[in-house]
């Protein structure tokens, strides 16, 4: 766990395509995985904040992780495959996410719930078109 004065820092990033999620190892020795889905829903981007109004993202339960590029020591630029790549994850976020991704996942459900929205895809992204 993180002390008083210790700021949490990410010490390794892996992505994992196939299960779609990314494995976080933060300076404390701790280690977690977000599904690339609770990354998307849960950006930091004012797209998805909405200026301190969250809107509730949908359909993103297939959704996978494209590029990672590092900001200096305090943060990661993530790109999806459904073309969101605004949001800048700080070290301190990713630590949040992962600390508290139980409740914020149950949260996020029950959103989607009262709003009778679905994480279902509208259309596959692993579908690929022939000419």
Same mark, same amino acid.
């Given at each position: 766990?993180?002390? =008083?004065?210790?700021?949490? %820092?990410v010490?390794d990033?892996t992505?994992?395509k196939?299960?779609?999620?990314?494995q976080?190892?933060?300076?404390t020795g701790?280690s977690?995985s977000?599904s %690339?889905e609770? @990354?998307? *829903?849960?950006?930091?981007s004012?797209? *998805?904040q909405? &200026?301190? =109004?969250?809107?509730l993202v949908? &359909?993103?339960k297939?959704?996978?992780i494209?590029?990672?590029e590092?900001?200096?020591?305090?943060? *990661?630029k993530i790109?999806?495959n459904?073309?969101h790549?605004t949001? @800048?994850?700080?070290?301190?976020?990713?630590?949040k996410?992962a600390?508290?991704q139980a409740s @914020?996942w149950?949260?996020?459900?029950?959103?989607l719930?009262?709003?009778?929205k679905?994480?279902?895809?509208l259309?596959?992204?692993? *579908?690929?078109?022939?000419?």
């Amino acid at each position: 766990m993180i002390q =008083k004065n210790q700021k949490p %820092c990410v010490t390794d990033l892996t992505l994992k395509k196939t299960s779609r999620e990314l494995q976080i190892q933060f300076n404390t020795g701790e280690s977690y995985s977000l599904s %690339c889905e609770m @990354l998307r *829903v849960y950006s930091p981007s004012a797209e *998805v904040q909405g &200026h301190g =109004k969250p809107i509730l993202v949908a &359909h993103k339960k297939n959704v996978n992780i494209t590029a990672l590029e590092a900001l200096g020591n305090y943060a *990661v630029k993530i790109t999806f495959n459904d073309g969101h790549d605004t949001g @800048l994850y700080s070290w301190e976020y990713l630590y949040k996410l992962a600390t508290e991704q139980a409740s @914020l996942w149950q949260d996020y459900l029950s959103r989607l719930k009262q709003e009778k929205k679905s994480r279902e895809p509208l259309i596959d992204m692993a *579908v690929k078109y022939h000419k």
